[in-house]
């Protein structure tokens, strides 16, 4: 007779997974062993898999890697499971019930281990903007066993007072290693998240941007880099040598064959245009059929833009026709050396002029049908080539009309480009648009929501997808996926982590403008009587940015989710308990029981269970009395929990018939509340008789 399963209360041991997979594939080079304890281990014979994969292995020849001391330990530190959770947070969410978004105050290594299992595979893009190692402190220590104030005090930076000793400078001789240290786990752990389409992008500056690259060739996999782009922020006219006002973003693929094979085309609508086709359908309200003096208009207008404008790039775009604005194209054969034939011209039916490089379609059976379709515009006569028009609004048979869905509801589909690597936007238009929202400057170098929206839109290709930044900081990942929504419609939940790093402990070391900054946070929240770290401002720019963009939006199919979950990283909700049994010869219930800590709720054993199942961290939940017992449903009766210490049989055969009327796949319970071994077994077998389908679980 068996018992009910008990649920892995910790996170996922990467290792034993990787060994699993290596022994379905190569049974033979995996072994079983006990251990001392008696529990049972597997052992790889690396001799037998070289040999197994002998035409692809490097047998002794040396490879390019990147190398540094602590290396093998960060590997090691991204593998290795951990015993924690994440405890709910009502009071500090918005929205908890209904929103999709999530909020982790925590490390961010462990954050990552305990969301794994509940987002493997299903995150289409990820934003970091880690530290960039310019000399000052790094907050991401490593030291599972101990908190942050206690690791930095054994690793020698911070006295018995908890006051910091040194900063990771250039002086120091792991300046490089420990950044490196810190990022690698937390890199490889993001690679576990990227849904097979999807994308990371990662902010850096000079300082670490040659180790990241390597870095990253080395996680990600070198065929999967994208591209480099270099972010101009603006000139620094005190520079000695040259202006350094750039930084970085590096975007890799999960797989950038899988996105070859979905035929993946990145594109955006060119800046100005959709100002431009608003100014053309006021026009032709107003001019009715009259193409001519709608012309005239669209020029003043265009003249009258300032320099600035986005729209006054696209002036070309003045002539106007029943499909909009457009402008003359080239119509030749892109490098030279293209068709020649005969284009006769309809009033002096003689053949128009070839244009040097030869016509840009193949054959004249293509030319035709261009004319036909009203692409190809001639001129008054035959001495010069035919005009080919670009509409600001493709239409069928122009050259990129392919990249362009038409029947996107009814939002006209615009002028589109490929963006390049190289972009402008000064550093001070994010450092006013917060100074705006929060009041006061509270943020030193935010990024720029705008620009990170039009990156997101352009990576995410229309599709929508999860969004996540494990190094949310000033919370801009959150305010960027808000404004992408309420731009296009599209639905992008984000999962944001932030250490809850102390200002007071930032406002030491901090000079000039940056002390008056942490000065500025301080003093706020100080006034709404809330924690003095950096993750209690995220969640403050989070929500006025939430807000802010639900009052000034625009129609569209977006669901208006600006809300979070918030959770924390803390110590499991259980605590061991070994019992001991009367005398030598009296069965005891378990040799090992697990009991609530008293400080916590049912709410924080649900998410518990959440992260045990690998269940989604939004899924909605209901709370509902069941012979006579509370019993939590999750995502419309997917799983039912109950966590009552005392579980009699009228409530294990209602749970039983609720799950199968319901299809649930699993109903999880605590172990203490069956009393004994017999009660667990009389449960399984009420669960394997009334409702097969269903897997009572114990925690």
Same mark, same amino acid.
């Given at each position: 007779?068996?018992?009910?399963?008990?649920?892995?209360?910790?996170?996922?041991?990467?290792?034993?997974?990787?060994?699993?997979?290596?022994?379905?594939?190569?049974?033979?080079?995996?072994?079983?062993?006990?251990?001392?304890?008696?529990?049972?281990?597997?052992?790889?014979?690396?001799?037998?898999?070289?040999?197994?994969?002998?035409?692809?292995?490097?047998?002794?020849?040396?490879?390019?890697?990147?190398?540094?001391?602590?290396?093998?330990?960060?590997?090691?530190?991204?593998?290795?499971?951990?015993?924690?959770?994440?405890?709910?947070? *009502?009071?500090?969410?918005?929205?908890?019930?209904?929103?999709?978004?999530?909020?982790?105050?925590?490390?961010?290594?462990?954050?990552?281990?305990?969301?794994?299992?509940?987002?493997?595979?299903?995150?289409?893009?990820?934003?970091?903007?880690?530290?960039?190692?310019?000399?000052?402190?790094?907050?991401?220590?490593?030291?599972?066993?101990?908190?942050?104030?206690?690791?930095?005090?054994?690793?020698?930076?911070?006295?018995?007072?908890?006051?910091?000793?040194?900063?990771?400078?250039?002086?120091?001789?792991?300046?490089?290693?420990?950044?490196?240290?810190?990022?690698?786990?937390?890199?490889?752990?993001?690679?576990?998240?990227?849904?097979?389409?999807?994308?990371?992008?990662?902010?850096?500056?000079?300082?670490?941007?040659?180790?990241?690259?390597?870095?990253?060739?080395?996680?990600?996999?070198?065929?999967?880099?994208?591209?480099?782009?270099?972010?101009?922020?603006?000139?620094?006219?005190?520079?000695?040598?040259?202006?350094?006002?750039?930084?970085?973003?590096?975007?890799?693929?999960?797989?950038?064959?899988?996105?070859?094979?979905?035929?993946?085309?990145?594109?955006?609508?060119?800046?100005?245009?959709?100002?431009?086709?608003?100014?053309?359908?006021?026009?032709?309200?107003?001019?009715?059929?009259?193409?001519?003096?709608?012309?005239?208009?669209?020029?003043?207008?265009?003249?009258?833009?300032?320099?600035?404008?986005?729209?006054?790039?696209?002036?070309?775009?003045?002539?106007?026709?029943?499909?909009?604005?457009?402008?003359?194209?080239?119509?030749?054969?892109?490098?030279?050396?293209?068709?020649?034939?005969?284009?006769?011209?309809?009033?002096?039916?003689?053949?128009?002029?070839?244009?040097? *490089?030869?016509?840009?379609?193949?054959?004249?059976?293509?030319?035709?049908?261009?004319?036909?379709?009203?692409?190809?515009?001639?001129?008054?006569?035959?001495?010069?080539?035919?005009?080919?028009?670009?509409?600001?609004?493709?239409?069928?048979?122009?050259?990129?009309?392919?990249?362009?869905?038409?029947?996107?509801?009814?939002?006209?589909?615009?002028?589109?480009?490929?963006?390049?690597?190289?972009?402008?936007?000064?550093?001070?238009?994010?450092?006013?648009?917060?100074?705006?929202?929060?009041?006061?400057?509270?943020?030193?170098?935010?990024?720029?929501?705008?620009?990170?929206?039009?990156?997101?839109?352009?990576?995410?290709?229309?599709?929508?997808?999860?969004?996540?930044?494990?190094?949310?900081?000033?919370?801009?990942?959150?305010?960027?996926?808000?404004?992408?929504?309420?731009?296009?419609?599209?639905?992008?939940?984000?999962?944001?982590?932030?250490?809850?790093?102390?200002?007071?402990?930032?406002?030491?070391?901090?000079?000039?403008?940056?002390?008056?900054?942490?000065?500025?946070?301080?003093?706020?929240?100080?006034?709404?009587?809330?924690?003095?770290?950096?993750?209690?401002?995220?969640?403050?720019?989070?929500?006025?940015?939430?807000?802010?963009?639900?009052?000034?939006?625009?129609?569209?199919?977006?669901?208006?989710?600006?809300?979070?979950?918030?959770?924390?990283?803390?110590?499991?909700?259980?605590?061991?308990?070994?019992?001991?049994?009367?005398?030598?010869?009296?069965?005891?219930?378990?040799?090992?029981?697990?009991?609530?800590?008293?400080? *916590?709720?049912?709410?924080?054993?649900?998410?518990?269970?959440?992260?045990?199942?690998?269940?989604?961290?939004?899924?909605?939940?209901?709370?509902?009395?069941?012979?006579?017992?509370?019993?939590?449903?999750?995502?419309?009766?997917?799983?039912?929990?109950?966590?009552?210490?005392?579980?009699?049989?009228?409530?294990?055969?209602?749970?039983?018939?609720?799950?199968?009327?319901?299809?649930?796949?699993?109903?999880?319970?605590?172990?203490?509340?069956?009393?004994?071994?017999?009660?667990?077994?009389?449960?399984?077998?009420?669960?394997?008789?009334?409702?097969?389908?269903?897997?009572?679980?114990?925690?």
């Amino acid at each position: 007779m068996t018992k009910p399963d008990k649920l892995e209360l910790q996170s996922a041991d990467v290792t034993r997974k990787n060994v699993e997979a290596l022994a379905a594939l190569f049974p033979h080079i995996v072994t079983e062993d006990r251990a001392e304890d008696g529990t049972l281990v597997h052992a790889v014979d690396f001799e037998a898999l070289r040999q197994e994969l002998s035409d692809y292995v490097a047998d002794g020849k040396e490879v390019y890697q990147i190398d540094w001391p602590g290396k093998l330990a960060a590997e090691f530190a991204s593998n290795a499971p951990i015993s924690k959770t994440l405890r709910p947070n *009502r009071a500090d969410s918005v929205d908890f019930d209904t929103t999709q978004n999530l909020f982790v105050e925590g490390d961010n290594l462990e954050a990552l281990k305990l969301l794994q299992e509940s987002y493997l595979g299903k995150v289409r893009l990820i934003y970091i903007d880690p530290p960039y190692n310019t000399g000052g402190d790094l907050v991401y220590r490593d030291d599972f066993s101990s908190s942050t104030q206690e690791f930095l005090w054994k690793s020698g930076q911070i006295n018995d007072a908890g006051e910091k000793l040194r900063s990771n400078t250039e002086a120091n001789g792991r300046f490089h290693s420990d950044w490196l240290s810190m990022i690698y786990p937390r890199l490889r752990l993001a690679k576990r998240f990227l849904a097979q389409d999807g994308v990371i992008m990662v902010s850096i500056d000079d300082a670490e941007q040659a180790s990241l690259r390597r870095l990253m060739d080395e996680v990600f996999g070198e065929q999967n880099f994208i591209a480099q782009l270099v972010w101009e922020k603006g000139r620094k006219n005190d520079a000695k040598l040259f202006s350094i006002g750039h930084e970085y973003v590096m975007v890799y693929a999960k797989s950038k064959s899988a996105l070859k094979e979905l035929k993946t085309v990145w594109r955006e609508e060119k800046p100005g245009a959709r100002e431009i086709w608003d100014e053309y359908v006021r026009l032709r309200g107003l001019h009715g059929d009259d193409d001519a003096a709608i012309e005239g208009d669209l020029s003043a207008w265009f003249s009258a833009l300032p320099r600035t404008d986005p729209s006054k790039k696209w002036a070309r775009y003045k002539r106007v026709d029943a499909n909009g604005p457009w402008r003359d194209d080239n119509i030749s054969w892109p490098g030279g050396g293209g068709p020649r034939y005969d284009v006769i011209h309809p009033v002096t039916g003689q053949p128009c002029k070839v244009p040097e *490089r030869g016509w840009i379609w193949p054959d004249p059976e293509t030319m035709k049908e261009k004319i036909r379709l009203g692409i190809v515009v001639f001129r008054d006569d035959h001495t010069e080539p035919p005009l080919r028009k670009s509409h600001l609004r493709p239409v069928a048979g122009e050259e990129d009309a392919e990249d362009y869905d038409q029947s996107v509801g009814d939002e006209v589909e615009l002028a589109v480009q490929v963006r390049g690597t190289y972009f402008y936007r000064q550093s001070q238009t994010s450092v006013k648009h917060l100074r705006a929202l929060m009041g006061v400057q509270v943020f030193n170098n935010p990024k720029d929501h705008d620009v990170l929206s039009r990156l997101f839109e352009y990576v995410l290709g229309g599709k929508g997808g999860i969004v996540m930044d494990f190094f949310a900081g000033s919370g801009t990942t959150a305010e960027a996926a808000f404004d992408l929504c309420a731009r296009t419609g599209l639905n992008c939940p984000v999962i944001l982590v932030q250490l809850p790093e102390l200002l007071e402990d930032n406002l030491k070391s901090a000079t000039g403008s940056a002390k008056t900054t942490i000065q500025n946070a301080i003093k706020l929240l100080q006034q709404l009587d809330k924690p003095l770290n950096i993750a209690e401002l995220t969640k403050i720019r989070i929500q006025k940015a939430g807000a802010q963009i639900l009052a000034n939006r625009k129609p569209s199919d977006w669901n208006g989710d600006v809300g979070f979950r918030a959770f924390a990283v803390d110590t499991s909700n259980f605590t061991d308990v070994t019992t001991t049994p009367d005398g030598a010869d009296q069965e005891t219930m378990f040799d090992l029981v697990e009991s609530i800590k008293s400080d *916590r709720t049912g709410l924080d054993v649900l998410f518990e269970t959440f992260i045990a199942s690998g269940l989604d961290l939004s899924a909605p939940i209901g709370l509902e009395t069941i012979e006579g017992h509370q019993v939590y449903s999750v995502d419309d009766g997917f799983l039912l929990a109950c966590f009552d210490d005392q579980l009699d049989d009228e409530l294990i055969r209602a749970l039983a018939q609720r799950a199968a009327a319901d299809a649930t796949q699993r109903v999880v319970v605590k172990d203490t509340g069956f009393g004994s071994d017999d009660a667990a077994i009389n449960a399984h077998q009420v669960f394997e008789q009334l409702s097969p389908d269903t897997t009572l679980k114990v925690i």
